[in-house]
C-alpha cells in the first residue's frame, strides 16, 4: 500500500507600501505561522524570520559579490544552506549548495518546483491578480519541521532573487 501524500500549504503575502521588506506568512486557516521583515540600510538583502511569538528563528542573506544572485540560509548563526541562481535560458534554476535538494522554474508562470532525489517537496506558484506578491507554498507533509522550515526559506531567498530581476 502507498502512503497518501499530504500537503501543507503556506501563503506568503508582501505588504505593498511598505519601508522595507515585510512578509506574513500564513496557514490555509488564514493563522499567521511567521513574519519576515527586511533590513531598511543594509548592503545587500537581509530578511529576519519570525515565528508567530516574534522569536526570530532564521536570517537568509544576500552574497554581496557574485555575478548570478547567491543566497545564505542562517539558523542558529550557523550557515544551513546556499541558494545560487545558474545561468540558463528562460527557466529558472537554483542548485543549494549543502542540501540535495535542486529548485526548477517556469519563468513566465512564477511556478517553482523544490525537489530532492528526483522527488518533489514543495511547488511554489504565484497568485494572481492580488494586491501585492502573493505566492502559495505546497510543501509536503512528510518533511520533518526543519525541511519545511526550509522549504519556506528557499521560496524567500527565489522571491528576493525574483524582485532583483524586476
Known amino acids: ?3 497518501e501524500r499530504k500537503i501543507m500549504k503556506l501563503y506568503l503575502k508582501q505588504k505593498v507600501f ?3 521588506d515585510r512578509f506574513f506568512v500564513k496557514d490555509e486557516n488564514g493563522s499567521d ?3 519576515v521583515e527586511g533590513e531598511i540600510f543594509s548592503l545587500g538583502k537581509r530578511l529576519h524570520i519570525y515565528d508567530a511569538n516574534g522569536i526570530e528563528i532564521a536570517l537568509i542573506r544576500q552574497k554581496l559579490i557574485a555575478w ?11 550557515v544551513m544552506c546556499e541558494i545560487v541562481k545558474e545561468f540558463t535560458f528562460l527557466n529558472h534554476s537554483y542548485r543549494l549548495e549543502g542540501l540535495p535538494w535542486r529548485l526548477n522554474g517556469d519563468f513566465m508562470a512564477h ?3 523544490l525537489e530532492n532525489n528526483g522527488k518533489q517537496i514543495m511547488r511554489m506558484y504565484k497568485e494572481w491578480f492580488t494586491w501585492g506578491d502573493s505566492y502559495v507554498l505546497d510543501i509536503d507533509d512528510n518533511l520533518n519541521p526543519i525541511e519545511e522550515f526550509t522549504c519556506l526559506c528557499v521560496a524567500l531567498a527565489v522571491d528576493c532573487a525574483m524582485a532583483r530581476n524586476n
Do not use: C, H, Q
Not at 68 to 78: A, C, M, N, Q, T
Open 1 to 3: 500500500m502507498t502512503k
Open 18 to 20: 511598505a519601508w522595507n
Open 33 to 35: 505561522r511567521f513574519s
Open 68 to 78: 548570478l544572485p547567491r543566497y545564505f540560509v542562517e539558523i542558529d548563526g550557523k
Open 111 to 113: 511556478d517553482y518546483s
